[in-house]
């Protein structure tokens, strides 16, 4: 087994020279370039199953390629950067007991310019590493380390041996050390925080040797002052400063004077404490000190930022990853021209980069930007405002120093503030006095490039006046009806604009507003009426937002109302028409007034009876609607993004939704002449997605533009670099490459329509308490904050006229008769971007920054290449990949931070992708299931599939979802479209439940711990499901009605139920049997016969007797069963049976293997045991009618040790191929047969407190086989170029360099490390990695591509590479989650070994 793909928690951090980042991820070493842009570069596994927890490179030291390995070339980074020549630098990797000593090769003319190699074997200590430091005047290589007991140790690193030792006399256990090193060991200085909350200096170097036998160094310096262990220590020299983060959620900075240097000074004799820093939320981790800014980072997620010359104040907050903390942190040794380079390593696994300004002159700003530094606009007027605006549409580039926001007045009147300065824009009559409601919009003109800022503005008697901000005085007056304006809503169109006017009675008035230039240049506003909407009665019947979508129907109008509620409005065909219908009825309508002033009084009542049934007809009904959809306090937007509805409401949700054809039925008519749409149209929800807890009142979503383009660009770039280099030699293949560009505009629409339908990436603008937030539901963080005071304010947001957000932004908004706004108008926003106002560049997504409680495998996808990739293509160099199109394993992970995440995992280059996060869960998910197509289950991957997926957890609660993979062409990456089918919780269950006075109330702390796919049916989905009050509950799916439905529950365990499995079984006559097997804390199995589901029904719950019981109870272990695997396999001896073999691992750490002979009922005879051996449990048989099966205990097998902690997942790769896993972080394989069970391989994992597994079978292709065979030797050709070079004083072989590395982007044997013989990655006997596949040679697929035999005849040579072709190898894939998770490669001969 080999590592494919890993996320572990981040523990190490380190800038070198502000060029590279070196970040350490469980034993994997990551190289990350900054220029000119930040992205990986190299990787490099190094500590076997150690995490790394510092990297120490030697300062400003390079070696050359020429020189050996001890000589050193002192010089600065810009001299190197500018040197043409490849150079070295050595650097000091450590963690958990071990230290490593790894090169860094640079290379600056060439596109690939770094590699990593490991130089000399692994050094293990007797003691827990925690600092290392190499000495700056040695010239042979040598390491000061600072170990756990408060010692300290100088190492040879070439040599690994250990030449002083030296404790100190106060011999207490270290939670910290910190270093100070100059040019000798005598200099050397040693600060330790102590398990007793203190910080002692000591020199280890130093001091009277003589003064007792163990030679051990008095303590020089003591300071005190944390009431908690001390997790980090950092120094600054050329202030003196010493800092401390510890335990007690605070950071100390002390004045300790000089240390360490030459003769390795202590400082002050006194040294004090400078200041007490308070301000995170849970324990600090890090802390690094820089002139005049304090870093720090801790548990709570945030790296604070504290400005030394404002007293210690926090002036920037950067938060960026997901729960779980901040486990490492680092900042840039220089602070250049754009700030200070700051590094966020988080327990998610994401890796942030960030840019702080040094100097505290210049206005900090943070993505928490809660800031109390508001500006007030100094709004003159006459009035208190109540309506704000942002008029900046007429130029769309404009900045926010130039933009223009329209104020509206409880007196009538219309401001506009421009260049710092107020003007009135318009005073209404006084029916505008006293209540108006105000909305601006930018309309184009016709026949010409400008636009034209309109703004609207309704009073109390149904009067609307609408005027071009720039001429007031062309404006217009409508009229809405006679009653109040409830909203004005504005809704752009080609050359136009439509205006909705909510009035009285529900009735919502529309226009077409044109804006034209006359011959003398004015504006002139051509003014069209449509039919009014008609808002379903309602107690609240106004529109709230609204929505014009184009569609093959026609013109559709999608609105949300003030009850909450979704309403779909189809327009009528001909628009010209029913203008000159509306004149007219006007007309007869004024005609018919006048001749009522002379006649009866009786008939005034008829005629306005008449008139009133003319324009009610004349109104469009809904065709669709969602009532209450987002609860009862409404409404707030609906917008449309590649082909998908988005509304947001005040209750804190964000729903996706489309506009489906229903089935079948015409809708009736309504009142009058409406339409009747023979097709039939409707709203459907797709998902509901909710924002951070306590945001109740959202505003609308904005989206994000894909990281993923940022990635295409520097990959067309690099591309573009590789043709300029191989234009002289391969004219042929770029005259192809200008054929195929040719084709872009074209390929580029066909890829735009095939991501129509797909759901983006958004952000959420709402208000969250007092502030107004704009939130990012999948990194779940701020990304700005403004104390605005909450809602029920007007406010507007700058730049958001296009619905994007572009990473930065400006608030407008009225708060106790002022404006404000958030950023002063002359001052442009911080246009850092993703480097400084969202979460920080992310260098590497984080998954889930607590604890993965279950994964489930969806499928394999495949990429398709675009034409411009297809072009690139062509350009590639030789032994280099440029894209990763390839094939990437869909997966889904739950955890205990509630949410789900759909994960695409690329196995050949170890990268991931978050392509979807849900958090519907109120509680951990404990229990993935999913029912995948044929299309994703296929060994050949295609381009998209289809899963029905089955989340359960704790609360009782259940979710179900259509996940819709496919392969977005666009953006080069998997997509997935996530659609909510239903959801069901047993406490909402047992509420509805009639006569639920008669039963016991369900526990509302009930957990579910296991789901399963019982059985699949046409119409329906059967679940069973473990739980944690000792029921074993079954639920039917219908995905059609989107309803989850409880049919049949039992107590029988009457203890925590914590494992299901399923077994579908099939006799010679095609007859299908199904089996349930279910395990307890009580050590035993029971299995169960679904069968026969007559008793079924939807009142089953109360005619189902309680004494049902299991066919068959098989007693396995002494303690809970946490996991099941069941597999069935057929005797062709023996007719009418067939062997169930069922593995389960348990509490106590033990594997058993039980055999379960079933027979088939005989058909029309009663059911006889053919001559076997009686029941295990004759009592139960007797219940078994003639139609049911018969289940005997066969044979059972144990290992009672098979691993050294409870056994947390149990799953079955292949047919008597087992692979566990445990919290000892041991991934067995197993090979079970008739005669028992026999270990087949092992490998460390990465992945701590491992609770879940998925396994599966697949092949390699020829053109993986292939690829991975070109990649093998073009690494191994450069590791044999490289050793070449040097001279090995050990025996070791040259060939485990290529097993041990992590290469470039792929993970490779986490065993086998560099220079080390297998026998020291074995434990009690058993081997730690399968060794296999070294020790076969060349004939193992894909592997013998890796190992160069030239030595071979070419004859031999060629028929081996003819025949690996022509067969597909098997191979197998174990994913491990817990603090992270980890893609496990099995090779073939693991997966063919016999026993």
């Excluded at 695997?1125 to 389960?1144: I, M, N």
């Amino acid at each position: 087994m080999e590592t494919a793909a890993l996320v572990a928690p981040v523990t190490a951090l380190e800038f070198h020279q502000d060029e590279f980042l070196l970040t350490g991820e469980g034993p994997v070493l990551k190289v990350f370039s900054l220029q000119p842009r930040p992205k990986a570069c190299a990787s490099l596994s190094v500590l076997q199953h150690y995490r790394i927890h510092g990297l120490r490179p030697k300062r400003w030291t390079a070696v050359p390629p020429q020189s050996s390995t001890t000589g050193t070339y002192e010089g600065k980074s810009d001299e190197l950067n500018s040197s043409s020549q490849p150079v070295f630098y050595d650097l000091a990797v450590f963690g958990g007991k071990a230290v490593r000593l790894v090169r860094l090769h640079v290379d600056y003319r060439h596109e690939e310019r770094l590699h990593l190699e490991i130089l000399g074997p692994l050094m293990e200590l007797p003691d827990w590493v925690l600092d290392a430091r190499w000495l700056s005047g040695d010239q042979n290589s040598r390491l000061c380390v600072a170990v756990a007991h408060n010692s300290s140790l100088l190492l040879d690193v070439k040599t690994g041996n250990s030449l002083v030792q030296r404790s100190c006399l106060e011999g207490c256990l270290l939670y910290s050390a910190l270093l100070l090193v100059h040019e000798s060991w005598e200099d050397t200085v040693l600060v330790g925080g102590t398990v007793f909350n203190q910080l002692v200096l000591w020199k280890p170097g130093g001091g009277d040797t003589g003064r007792d036998c163990e030679h051990k160094a008095p303590v020089e310096r003591r300071l005190l002052g944390h009431s908690g262990v001390i997790f980090c220590i950092s120094y600054l020299q050329d202030k003196g400063w010493l800092a401390s983060a510890s335990d007690d959620r605070s950071v100390r900075v002390w004045g300790v004077g000089a240390l360490g240097g030459p003769g390795g000074m202590c400082g002050d004799l006194n040294p004090v404490c400078l200041r007490v820093l308070f301000g995170h939320q849970a324990r600090v981790f890090s802390v690094c000190l820089s002139p005049a800014k304090v870093f720090s980072a801790g548990e709570d997620g945030a790296c604070l930022v504290w400005d030394w010359a404002a007293g210690g104040k926090v002036v920037r907050t950067l938060k960026g990853h997901r729960a779980g903390g901040v486990r490492a942190l680092a900042i840039g040794e220089e602070a250049g021209s754009e700030g200070r380079w700051v590094a966020t390593g988080g327990a998610d696994g994401g890796v942030r980069l960030w840019r702080v300004e040094e100097g505290g002159e210049k206005k900090e700003t943070m993505e928490e930007a809660v800031t109390d530094n508001l500006s007030d606009l100094k709004f003159p007027g006459r009035g208190l405002p109540k309506g704000v605006c942002i008029a900046g549409g007429e130029d769309e580039n404009a900045s926010w120093s130039h933009s223009k926001f329209v104020v509206c007045t409880d007196q009538g009147l219309v401001y506009q503030y421009r260049d710092g300065q107020w003007d009135v824009v318009w005073q209404g009559t006084p029916e505008f006095q006293s209540y108006c409601v105000m909305e601006s919009a930018a309309v184009s003109v016709k026949d010409s490039v400008a636009k034209v800022s309109l703004c609207a503005v309704g009073n109390l008697t149904g009067s609307i006046q609408v005027f071009p901000i720039s001429h007031p005085q062309c404006g217009v007056l409508l009229t809405g009806g006679s009653g109040k304006i409830h909203s004005l809503i504005w809704q752009e169109a080609k050359e136009s604009l439509y205006l909705l006017a909510s009035g009285a009675e529900g009735l919502v008035y529309r226009w077409c507003i044109k804006v034209e230039l006359d011959e003398n240049c004015s504006v002139t506003l051509i003014v069209s009426p449509l039919s009014s909407f008609l808002v379903p009665p309602c107690a609240k019947r106004w529109l709230t937002a609204a929505l014009l979508q184009s569609t093959s129907k026609g013109l559709l109008w999608v609105c949300g109302d003030r009850r909450g509620s979704l309403l779909l409005f189809q327009e009528r065909g001909k628009l010209e028409q029913k203008i000159d219908d509306d004149k007219k009825m006007d007309e007869g309508l004024l005609e018919g007034r006048q001749q009522t002033e002379r006649k009866d009084n009786s008939r005034v009542g008829l005629l306005e009876d008449k008139e009133r049934k003319e324009v009610v007809d004349l109104t469009l009904h809904p065709l669709s609607c969602l009532f209450g959809a987002h609860g009862k306090q409404g409404v707030t937007s609906v917008c449309e993004h590649q082909g998908l509805l988005y509304s947001t409401g005040r209750d804190g949700c964000v729903r996706v939704f489309r506009v489906h054809p229903t089935a079948g039925k015409p809708e009736e008519k309504g009142h009058g002449k409406n339409i009747e749409d023979k097709d039939g149209l409707g709203l459907e929800v797709l998902r509901v997605q909710r924002a951070c807890k306590g945001m109740e009142w959202l505003e609308r979503v904005l989206f994000l533009e894909p990281d993923i383009v940022v990635k295409e660009e520097e990959e067309e770039e690099e591309e573009e670099e590789e043709r300029e280099a191989r234009e002289e030699c391969e004219n042929s293949y770029q005259s192809k490459h200008v054929t195929l560009t040719d084709r872009l505009e074209d390929t580029e629409t066909e890829e735009k329509r095939e991501n129509k339908g797909r759901e983006a990436r958004f952000v959420i603008v709402g208000f969250h308490a007092v502030q107004f937030v704009v939130w990012d539901p999948v990194r779940q963080e701020k990304l700005l904050a403004v104390p605005c005071g909450g809602g029920h304010r007007s406010w507007g947001l700058w730049p958001s006229d296009k619905g994007v957000w572009p990473g930065y932004g400006a608030l407008v908004f009225t708060k106790q008769g002022a404006v404000l706004a958030s950023q002063p108008p002359g001052e442009e926003p911080s246009r850092e971007g993703k480097a400084g106002r969202t979460g920080g560049l992310g260098l590497r997504e984080g998954v889930h920054g607590r604890g993965i409680g279950c994964v489930c495998r969806l499928g394999r996808i495949k990429g398709i290449k675009s034409q411009r990739k297809r072009a690139a293509h062509l350009a590639e160099i030789k032994g280099r990949n440029v894209n990763e199109e390839g094939y990437w394993e869909i997966a889904v992970t739950g955890g205990e931070d509630t949410s789900l995440t759909v994960l695409a995992i690329h196995p050949d280059s170890g990268s991931i992708k978050v392509l979807s996060v849900i958090t519907d869960h109120i509680s951990s998910v404990r229990t993935l299931t999913a029912i995948t197509g044929e299309e994703g289950r296929s060994e050949n991957p295609t381009h998209s599939f289809s899963a029905l997926l089955v989340s359960a957890g704790g609360r009782a609660q259940m979710q179900c979802y259509r996940l819709s993979i496919s392969w977005d062409v666009q953006r080069q990456a998997p997509s997935c479209q996530v659609i909510q089918v239903a959801s069901h919780r047993l406490d909402k269950q047992w509420e509805r439940r009639r006569n639920r006075h008669k039963t016991v109330k369900m526990d509302p702390e009930t957990r579910y711990m296991s789901v399963v796919v019982v059985d699949e049916k046409t119409d329906c989905v059967l679940l069973a499901v473990a739980c944690s009050d000792g029921a074993i509950r079954l639920f039917s799916v219908i995905e059609g009605k989107r309803q989850i439905e409880l049919l049949w529950e039992t107590f029988y365990h009457q203890r925590c139920v914590l494992s299901v499995a399923p077994c579908s079984l099939e006799d010679r006559q095609g007859n299908r049997f199904n089996l349930l097997f279910s395990a307890a804390t009580d050590g035993k199995i029971a299995v169960w016969d679904f069968t026969e589901a007559s008793f079924i029904s939807t009142d089953a719950l109360s005619n189902t007797p309680a004494s049902r019981v299991p066919c068959l109870v098989i007693p396995a272990h002494q303690s809970g069963i946490n996991s099941l695997a069941v597999w069935k396999e057929t005797l062709e001896q023996q007719e009418g049976c067939c062997l169930v073999t069922v593995a389960s691992g348990g509490d106590d750490g033990q594997l058993t293997v039980s055999t379960v002979r079933v027979q088939y009922p005989d058909e029309g005879k009663t059911g006889r045991s053919r001559g076997f051996k009686e029941p295990l449990f004759s009592q139960q048989t007797k219940l078994t009618t003639p139609d049911q099966l018969n289940l005997y205990l066969n044979s059972q097998s144990h290992v009672p040790l098979a691993h050294a902690a409870p056994i947390t997942d149990l799953k079955l790769l292949s047919p008597g191929l087992l692979v566990s896993t445990s919290s000892d972080q041991r991934v067995f394989l197993w090979r079970v047969s008739s005669t028992g069970i026999s270990h087949s391989g092992a490998v460390f994992s990465h992945v701590a407190d491992a609770a879940g597994l998925s396994a599966w079978e697949g092949e390699i292709t020829q053109e993986e086989e292939e690829e991975q065979t070109r990649k093998t030797r073009f690494e191994s050709e450069q590791e044999t170029a490289i050793s070449r070079q040097k001279e090995r004083k050990t025996g070791l072989k040259t060939m485990c360099e290529t097993g041990g590395r992590f290469s470039k982007d792929k993970g490779a044997a986490d065993e086998a490390e560099v220079g080390e013989p297998v026998e020291t990655m074995r434990e009690s006997g058993d081997p730690l990695c399968a060794s296999s596949d070294d020790e076969k040679g060349g004939e193992t697929g894909a592997d013998s591509g890796g190992k160069t035999e030239s030595e071979v005849s070419g004859e031999t040579g060629c028929k081996a590479s003819s025949e690996s072709k022509k067969k597909t190898q098997k191979m197998g894939w174990v994913l491990v989650c817990g603090q992270g998770f980890q893609l496990l490669r099995v090779r073939s001969p693991e997966m063919d070994a016999e026993t």
